[in-house]
């Protein structure tokens, strides 16, 4: 099996970008070249920026499967741009790679964003390798939204209803943080459909991004650890705690909430929208009791 | 000195961010939600998008200064918006980080970056963390072109002039890799007042890039080691090798390459601009004797 050591630079971009989804209509510059081209946002929208990473042993290792690693560094992007009430467009691939990696290794990784891509209607319109110590796989992504209709995390009041999809907790365990399906057809729909106050996706877990949410909007939050959406197999501190979700997060008004319920049922029947909680004024929150730790911090000791 | 383990991730964002760069008539979201949201180019223009990544020990070390190591994280990528005839506009910062970088280390970082920004006018509406065992820096950035006026690499033409914008050689040893200044705006001029056929930056040496910008262009380069404008105390084979140099490779007509090199310094008194020699018939090419090796592979052994 050859090793990237074997082959090189040049040969290994050429065999990467070999087949990559490329919507021409909207892509005049593609890999190759300096920088990409693509096309502007349609008159009326904006343009969302994200940029996600993932590093071997932190967010994968690699004796997982090579196409779900690619699944996963391009699902958490485009996780993001939904989140916002978006539709993802272009994506970017940076690679940083130590020479023992086998060729056929990053041909499977790039299988599985080549998929992903292609399932989700992004471009991979170039990006940029480098040899490194560890493997890191980083996608920058664009996103088209109406403007001035954009999602925020800030928007939510106190009284409203907060709402998850889905289940949580044991993400990392089940493999399901490899081969979830990022939410953006389900937030278009939100957006779309919904008066949503505030919307994220849970990347870190409930427990770190729901204070987020809270603090960005001005408020506190009030959670009943029975009304957790559990994983089969999960506790509610699993739930709390565990991460890497990649469900959405949102709040509504209370006083819509069960015509939404209804609604969503309709449309997403295998699919559950809870409500866990409220958004309360500042200093009167309440978390259920193993929420002192909070979520994952990429550098607490 | 507090080191990144000590304050943790929340913490170290909300350092990072403050006193970012951001023009505010474009930006609508900036760092802290899901995506950053900006405002779309004008009518008649295309989006460029660039990722760039830095590599501890491959691109820097952590004994060189942080404020330059910042400063070359994006640097290196408004160049590559600038060599294709566009306007930097907006970047978003990914840090891999190991838990024992000093925060103060990473803010100098940091204020590097914003001081590049500043000076190039881009906007930092955004980013990402996550630890890991080797320090990155990947920078993504878009920029804007006027729709059917980005100059590639692919549109070079047999008989075309090849030229070089600056001096080769020594980037390295010398530290310009790291305070080099993009060529953003001698880009833009000669995409503005010139027929340039093809333009790229170099980044991995000129023994790398040019044959990449006479194969995209269905050529092969003749080039004279003599002709070849070498930093002082460089030879032409560092000229050719070292890479790094973020100088602007150009091909255009032969026929306009007098006057283009008079309008030229009569505006860039202070930068070379030198013909080192011509684009060829795939088959007929002739290189440097020292040209055998190439330039800089990240990969090869």
Redesign the interface.
Known sequence: MPL??D????A?VTRLIAGLPCEASSV??AA??????????L?G?????????L?E???FTRAMPPELVGHKALARAIS??G??G?LPQ?G???L??P?DVEVAWLESLYAGLRRCAGAYGVSI??????????L?V?V?L??W?E?GR?V???GGQVGDAVLVTGWLGGSFASGRHLSFEPRVHEARWLATNAEIHAM??LSDGLGSDLP?LAR?SGCEASVEATLLPCHTGCTPEQAWSDGEDYELLLAVPMSSLATLQAAWTARFPHLALSCIGQLVAPGTGSLPAFARQGGW?????
């Open positions: 990237l050591s082959i090189g630079e040049d290994l005049r510059v190759g070249d300096d920088c990409a081209e693509v096309l502007a946002p008159p929208q904006s343009l969302l920026l994200k940029t996600d990473v590093v042993d932190v967010h993001d741009i989140a916002m978006g272009h970017l691939v940076t940083v790679l020479g319109v170039g990006g940029e390798t480098s040899r490194g110590r560890q890191m980083n920058a664009t996103g939204v403007t954009a925020l995390r800030s994220m996706d987020r960005a911090d990429h550098f607490a000791r």
